[in-house]
């Protein structure tokens, strides 16, 4: 095993206490690290990707640019880099917005209960989405984004639901 395949596990103050394979967290429901990125272009639109149907939960959903997991001994806003340029093949700066603590269980048997940082960004170049992690993308205006949750919940990603009402909230958008 490889600490690629390992999360941080921490206390409720995003302190470390160790390590765990990342599927057995989920299924223990510990919590660990994890981190959220929202990336919007100049003209105010976000960037919402939809998972692909392979993933291990929430496939097919709509939710932020994207979110991972640092693994061991990784900075948090450097794994965060790196998982936007794995997931939609480009970089950008990125400025930390807030985190917040959140616990969702899922149909298979597995659980998130993560320490999200969320961090945002603006990118006005071309999106190169990795087709194993997004099936599609779409820039749209926070507004419409409301109302897509506000009719169509079930559309969208546990934390997404959660993290995009904080997001605005803290971001005045």
């Given at each position: 095993m490889t600490n690629t395949d390992e999360v941080i596990l921490v206390d409720e103050r995003d302190s470390p206490l160790g390590r765990m394979e990342?599927?057995?967290?989920?299924?223990?429901?510990?919590?660990?690290?994890?981190?959220?990125?929202?990336?919007?272009?100049?003209?105010?639109?976000?960037?919402?990707?939809?998972?692909?149907?392979?993933?291990?939960?929430?496939?097919?959903?709509?939710?932020?640019?994207?979110?991972?997991h640092p693994r061991p001994g990784e900075d948090t806003a450097r794994a965060a880099e790196r998982r936007l340029?794995?997931?939609?093949?480009?970089?950008?700066?990125?400025?930390?917005?807030?985190?917040?603590?959140?616990?969702?269980?899922?149909?298979?048997?597995?659980?998130?209960?993560?320490?999200?940082?969320?961090?945002?960004?603006?990118?006005?170049?071309?999106?190169?989405?990795n087709s194993a992690e997004v099936s599609e993308h779409s820039w749209l205006r926070p507004g419409d984004i409301r109302v897509r949750l506000e009719r169509e919940p079930h559309q969208f990603t546990s934390w997404f639901r959660l993290a995009f009402p904080m997001l605005c909230e803290k971001k005045k958008i």
């Amino acid at each position: 095993m490889t600490n690629t395949d390992e999360v941080i596990l921490v206390d409720e103050r995003d302190s470390p206490l160790g390590r765990m394979e990342k599927m057995e967290a989920h299924r223990r429901a510990l919590l660990h690290r994890a981190f959220s990125v929202f990336v919007f272009n100049s003209a105010g639109e976000m960037l919402l990707q939809r998972r692909a149907q392979e993933k291990y939960h929430s496939a097919g959903l709509w939710t932020n640019a994207c979110c991972s997991h640092p693994r061991p001994g990784e900075d948090t806003a450097r794994a965060a880099e790196r998982r936007l340029y794995e997931e939609l093949g480009f970089t950008m700066p990125l400025e930390k917005a807030f985190e917040f603590t959140y616990r969702s269980e899922f149909d298979n048997g597995l659980t998130e209960h993560e320490f999200d940082h969320v961090f945002t960004g603006v990118y006005d170049g071309e999106v190169h989405p990795n087709s194993a992690e997004v099936s599609e993308h779409s820039w749209l205006r926070p507004g419409d984004i409301r109302v897509r949750l506000e009719r169509e919940p079930h559309q969208f990603t546990s934390w997404f639901r959660l993290a995009f009402p904080m997001l605005c909230e803290k971001k005045k958008i």
